[in-house]
């Protein structure tokens, strides 16, 4: 009895852990985010990619970040500048989406949703990968 115990623990330890730990996707989840929210001002010639560099583009665009540098750091949303753009760690003047009355008159955009945010922090903190 005991052995069947433990080989079914053995079993469905990993399966339930797999299942908590919630894979976020790249295309699946982070890319339809960027590009309803950031696309219109981050692809091509929009004015993000103007004034910053910063194109949304595709994965290597998003990990080559901006003019002066990456703003994702795999693994370590807490550093990352694109998290704390959208997570209102930042100044309201450079939150991303620009959505503050003090923020960029160029274009209002609405802010994330929670989970919006929470799914590229999931994604960052997963190693941010091209999954
Ligand atoms: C209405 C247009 C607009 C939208 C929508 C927008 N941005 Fe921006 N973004 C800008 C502009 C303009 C700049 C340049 C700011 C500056 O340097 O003056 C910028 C700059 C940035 C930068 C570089 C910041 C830096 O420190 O150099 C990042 C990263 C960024 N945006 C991410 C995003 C993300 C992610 C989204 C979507 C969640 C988004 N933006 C949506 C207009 C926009």
Same mark, same amino acid.
């Given at each position: ?11 469905? +330890? ?35 990619v103007? $004034?910053s560099g ?9 990990? $080559?970040?901006?003019? *002066? ?9 807490? +550093? ?13 003047? +450079? ?14 955009? *609405? ?9 590229? $922090?999931?994604? +960052? ?7």
């Amino acid at each position: 009895m005991k052995n069947h115990l433990s080989s079914l623990l053995a079993l469905l +330890i990993p399966l339930l852990l797999s299942a908590c730990s919630d894979q976020v996707s790249f295309s699946g989840d982070v890319m339809p985010i960027l590009k309803n929210n950031c696309s219109k001002c981050h692809t091509r010639d929009g004015e993000g990619v103007a $004034k910053s560099g910063f194109s949304v583009a595709d994965y290597d665009h998003v990990m $080559k970040g901006t003019n *002066l540098g990456p703003m994702v750091v795999a693994g370590h949303s807490e +550093i990352s500048s694109l998290f704390q753009l959208i997570s209102h760690q930042a100044d309201p003047q +450079i939150q991303m989406p620009p959505h503050h009355p003090e923020a960029l008159p160029e274009g209002r955009a *609405l802010a994330l949703e929670f989970e919006q945010i929470e799914t590229i $922090k999931d994604w +960052i903190d997963q190693g941010a990968k091209n999954n």
